[in-house]
């Protein structure tokens, strides 16, 4: 990276003494905040910030993007953009002698504030304003008012502008978290044990250990007895802790972000437990991670699944069809019936994108809570490559969290793809939901009067109950490195993240051309995008609604089940890991930390077998699949699931009502959840799976031998449950 890049959108064009003058003092102070903020053991040359002067929109726009005949989205301008300057105010064309505030420029038929936060969301905005001049409207606190006399003279304003690139990118809990470490730690007589790393380094037999994770792992690994550095359990104080997550929220959009240590799984759990009440009515995926199903189990709700459209093909899930999330959200329940949240997993294990500005519309519409388990794309917002224009022209964003149209809740599993530690998750609170609580509808009266103080709704309410929630499943001594990892995740994207996921998108696009010429296949025949997982013939209709398929998902074809397992064992061999893989298609998951060699490895690899690559020849499952997974609960699941039970061999179980999960993983799908009757479709997947991939690869299957066995709810239970439906007339006739 030889040069970070600064556009600067100006009324009137900077003498050239003047724009040196700038250039070299926000290049001065960005070393010198580089230096302090992201210390290294060798030296680094930090890049120089660049100022690209634009004098109008539309040559911003051209600045930015690049055009059609060049490989990429972006211009290199683009790609290192960390910041955007702006003047408050510009002559009006049509008006000689008078002038327009910044927010009243057009891009593209849409105010030009509203065209960058669209397209570059997390970027930070300064608007140079001038004294006596019309207060620019911004849309968020991305944006910042500054004085034009503080970048007029840069030289006496040194550390004004220092603050601000502290207040935008410095990572504030690994930055305290270190300061401690390093210069205000003495002797520790409290937890951890190790004592920041002595009995590793003091043991015969352990001191390697510490050498090879390096001692700077132990000396941060601290507990909450640091009280300085903050508590996950009190996020609302004023700690380094808290600061930080206050910073992600920015970056990411949210009216609130929390550090989770436990993984999505737990902020799956901790969301469905505040926000759902026993008896409530849930509609989810019935393909989303076992950890939803864990929840609804937890907080005591009554399941309504989705419609699984399963590609017997290929073996994977495809999407819910918009039509059937259409007929969900708008059926007229009866008012105990009604459902209270929409649970979707957005990208799905696959990289389908759902349209999640029409989703939060219709959730909106029918106040119907929307929670995107958005843990496989933590990075959808930091570039423009996930951006959608309507039939009617609106533009949108596919990450779940935005300004303009967004869900209620998302969640991530930061790790999965950035630069985080594993088990390193966030939650994100919408701004959206945030102004429900002052909204009059009376769809949302239920959700006022759940979190209401004296009578009125109150969104602080919400928060202290998730505060509550959270401590149920915080641990009490959490890792401090991983904290800081998500710290750093989000702060590197805000300065990186166009760079790296343009890099990325344009390795995957040379990567799949280059594969598809050397296999003389079209490029849809070699790889799995939104046509081939949902098929042709509902391909339109998933496109008109503006489903996409994410292209960091590479998922590779091939021609039959034993091309599959040969390939498999090659790439072991390479030493080359897959993500996940159905009998005849491989996923690989390209992530910030996957580099350019990672391609030209795999892509030798598939050369060695490349006529083992294409569309399968026939089928990869059974299509009754389908109906295994399309059944709903016949007992409330906590019922279920909390009953004694007993185990039955598994080839034994049909008509049962499973008490238990049972998930083929990765990726977590469940095959049986508890209140299901057991089918023979399910038993089928189940045994397929265990004898194909291993029992271990089915989570939650008891072995003794050769036999399989699941627990099911016993004959003398099923007088003492609640059923959701009638109970079956042979159930009946048992007991």
Known sequence: MNELTVFYLQSSSLEHERLQALTHGLSDIFRRFCDETFPSDEPIDWPPLRIVPVASPEELQRGLFSDETVEGMLTDDGKTCILFMLDDAFDDPAQPGRRLPLHALNLEGIPLTRWLYTYFPPIPKIVLTTPGAERVRVPSRRWVLKSREVFDNIQAHQSRVHHLFRALWEPRFWHALRHYVMDEAGSSWHTPGHNAGHAFSRSLFLQGFRHEYGPMTFRADLSVSVHSLGDLSTPGSRTPLADAQRL?????????????????????????MTLLRPGETVLLDRNCHKSVHHAVVMAGAIPNYLPARFNAHLGVWAPIAMEDLRRALTTHYPEHAKPRMLVLTTCTYEGILYPVWEVAR??????ILFYADEAWASYLSFHPYYTAVTANGRRVRYNAIHETSSAHFAVHSTHKTLAAFSQSSMIHVSLRFKQLFESESAEWRWLLTRFAVNGRGSYDKFIHNLHEVLRYWHSTSPHYPMMATLDCAGVQMRLEGLKLIEERLRWVKTFKARVARECGLPEEVCFAGLREIVGAGDAPA????????????????????????????????????WEKSTPVTLLFLVTIGTVEDHFEYLY????????AIGRPERDAFDSSVADAVNGQATVLPRDAALCDGELIELDQAE????????VPYPPG????????????????IVQAVAESEGADAVHGLFVRGKKYYVEVIRRDEEDKIQWLKERPAGIMTTC
């Open 362 to 367: 219709l959730c909106e519409r029918h106040g």
């Open 604 to 611: 030798r690899a598939i050369m060695r077998m490349k006529e």
């Open 542 to 577: 998933y496109e008109r609604e503006g489903y996409l398929h994410d292209p960091l998902k590479i998922i590779l074809s091939f021609k039959n089940p034993e091309a599959c397992r040969r390939f498999k064992d090659l790439l072991l061999d390479a030493k080359i890991q």
């Open 655 to 662: 008509g049962r009502i499973s008490s238990q999960l049972l």
């Open 669 to 684: 799908i469940p095959v049986f959840l508890p209140g299901l009757t057991i089918t023979r479709p399910m038993i089928d």
């Open 248 to 272: 992600t929220s920015e970056i990411f959009g949210s009216a609130q972000s929390y550090y989770i240590t436990n993984g999505s799984t737990t902020s799956n759990k901790a969301m469905l």
